[in-house]
């Protein structure tokens, strides 16, 4: 049987064609040119995903969570554009609909990556106080009358610039200086052993701690103040009470006689007399 199967094989000859070498062969689903464009266009709305998140990390000032992004986005970047490679390898297989939806997400695509481009800049990972610039000029300044005096004249005019902080300033600038970030100027300033030693960068944080409680104080002040002036105000324009020394003395009143003419008077008269 098998002599007879190899004989009849040989016998159609080295150029026959099987049968079933005739029929197309099909391309697997996941090869399929709308296949291939709709998971491009997945892969563009990640990237857009991504871009998103690196600049929520940039709003939010967090230099680890930028980074973190950043790093996403590129391998985002990185599976869009291989996604796009493989469309445009089976592009001739493409249909006119496809075509529309392949260009659409290609444009997206471009818009995504020129938004990366403006994506280069990590947060610093803190935010310039309002007096910055004055209080940085105060501490590099050469200290006058030795280090003890200078530092000691320094640190009231820390301490003066500090109060035109608000609360919120100054417990953000504590933050910056105990976490040390660095390129943060005011933190590599103000930092113990370079040019404070611990007991004044104590006494400064303490000083940048008690900012709360000194608005609070100063805001009840000013309140009892308000106060005072608004009752001196209104006993200003009340009128005076009067008292039996303050009011005026009337005349005692006389009480008339009615009179007629002639008999009342002759008889008023008369009675006078």
């Known amino acids: 049987m098998a002599g007879y199967v190899v004989s009849e094989y040989e016998s159609r000859g080295r150029g026959h064609t099987p049968s079933y070498a005739q029929v197309p062969r099909r391309t ?29 990390a940039h709003a939010a000032n967090n230099p680890v969570r930028w980074h973190e992004a950043k790093h996403a986005l590129e391998r985002e970047l990185a599976t869009a554009t291989k996604a796009l490679e493989s469309v445009r390898a089976a592009a001739t297989a493409t249909p006119l609909a496809g075509q529309e939806e392949l ?44 280090a003890k005096d200078g530092w000691e004249r320094k640190t009231t005019a820390l301490k003066r610039e500090l109060d035109q902080l608000s609360a919120a300033e100054c417990q953000t600038l504590a933050q910056r200086i105990r976490k040390q970030s660095p390129g943060d100027p005011i933190a590599s300033a103000l930092a113990p052993g370079v040019r404070m030693n611990q007991s004044r960068y104590d006494d400064l944080l303490g000083y940048l701690d008690g900012a709360r409680k000194r608005a609070a104080l100063r805001a009840s002040i000013e309140a009892t103040h308000t106060e005072s002036r608004e009752a001196t105000n209104t ?4 009128p005076p009470i009067e008292t039996a020394e303050t009011s005026p003395q009337l005349e005692p009143r006389v009480p008339s006689v009615a009179v007629s003419e002639p008999e009342a008077l002759d008889a008023t008269l008369r009675a006078v007399l």
């Open 235 to 238: 006993s200003a324009h009340e």
């Open 28 to 56: 697997p689903p996941d090869h399929q040119p709308s296949d291939q464009i709709s998971q491009f266009v997945r892969e563009v709305a990640a990237v857009g995903a991504a871009v998103e998140g690196v600049r929520q």
């Open 103 to 146: 260009a659409s997400a290609e444009a997206a695509f471009a818009d995504h990556q020129a938004s990366v481009r403006t994506l280069a800049e990590a947060p610093r990972g803190w935010k310039a106080a309002s007096r910055e610039a004055e209080l940085l000029a105060i501490v590099s300044a050469p200290n006058e009358g030795g």
